[in-house]
């Protein structure tokens, strides 16, 4: 199979390492296959996800110690030669930290749009720049890597731009919005298509109002490109919930502002009121901070 044709072969090197778009081509042969998730850290101090198959995946965000992601990789069994790509949400410091040497000393091909690629290398946390690692994506333009389907939506954050991700594989939607200020119509659509969702709920408004933080802090974190708050998000589930969704990981909780237990409540609460039972209709998951999470398999 090395010297089939990139762009046609679908079980060879990915054709999207070598930057190209292609459509959405469904092979014939293709079988019902796993898709599993796992969070390797999710906040502040670092983010980082994988999604993939039995044989293959990527990373969405990069932004803890390359040699804690290798040692996250190794205990769940998952060969680093595995990893096709990193697809990158933005460029703030806990998102990208291990981009220099996944992608140039590794050689895993980092996708994002021009501008977050043009940010990544300003980045004081990049010391060794991309170059042949660079690969550009652009929002609303799916692309497509071997079963995955992936695209990047506009979010508002204040990164130099900023990205959510749609993933679809195996007729399953797998939507990713991490570190926005607000739910826009555009992040709308995408959280409503999802059968399975990882959507930040960053702080409790409570806290955040009466906690350490100085005011202009909170409100940047309060604001419309900053983070979503665990009741925006919970609101936002509650009021849209139409049976799709199957599971919510609820990412990026603030240390300082919130816990994975009142997170996780809110959620639960907005959408008990509603009527929606979770751990019966839904489940809900919120992510640790520094530890990796349970290997999800999603049927
Ligand atoms: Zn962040
Ligand atoms: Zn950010």
């Given at each position: 199979m090395e010297d089939c044709l990139p762009s046609f072969c679908?079980?060879?090197?990915?054709?999207?390492s070598y930057g190209m778009r292609l459509p959405l081509i469904v092979p014939y042969f293709a079988l019902k296959m796993k898709i599993r998730f796992i969070s390797f850290a999710s906040g502040s101090s670092g983010n980082c996800y994988y999604l993939g198959t039995d044989g293959y995946g990527f990373l969405v965000d990069a932004g803890i110690g390359v040699r804690t992601i290798k040692r996250h990789l190794k205990a769940f069994g998952i060969?680093?030669?595995?990893?096709?790509g990193i697809f990158v949400t933005h460029d703030h410091a806990d998102h990208i930290k291990a981009l220099g040497p996944l992608g140039e000393k590794c050689h895993i091909p980092v996708y994002t749009t021009e501008r977050i690629h043009e940010g990544i290398n300003r980045s004081y946390c990049v010391t060794e720049k991309l170059y042949t690692c660079v690969r550009h994506l652009a929002k609303g333009e799916p692309f497509l890597l071997r079963d995955f389907r992936i695209t990047p939506f506009e979010v508002p954050h204040d990164g130099t731009d900023n990205v959510g991700y749609c993933i679809e594989a195996d007729g399953k939607t797998f939507s990713f919005l991490t570190d926005l200020g607000r739910i826009t119509p555009v992040a709308a659509q995408y959280i409503c298509k999802a059968d399975y969702l990882v959507i930040e709920a960053n702080y409790d408004e409570e806290m955040l109002r009466t906690g350490r933080y100085p005011l202009h802090l909170q409100e940047r974190i309060a604001g419309g490109n900053g983070h979503l708050s665990n009741r925006q998000t919970a609101e936002f589930l509650a009021d849209h919930y139409?049976?799709?969704?199957k599971y919510v990981w609820l990412c990026h909780?603030?240390?300082?502002?919130?816990h994975p237990e009142l997170a996780y409540k809110t959620v639960e609460q907005k959408l008990r009121e509603r009527g929606v039972v979770v751990g019966r209709d839904v489940q809900v998951v919120p992510l640790k901070r520094k530890q990796p999470s349970d290997l999800y398999e999603l049927e």
């Open positions: 679908y079980f060879c090197a990915p054709a999207a060969p680093l030669e595995s990893i096709y139409d049976g799709k969704l909780l603030s240390e300082d502002n919130n």
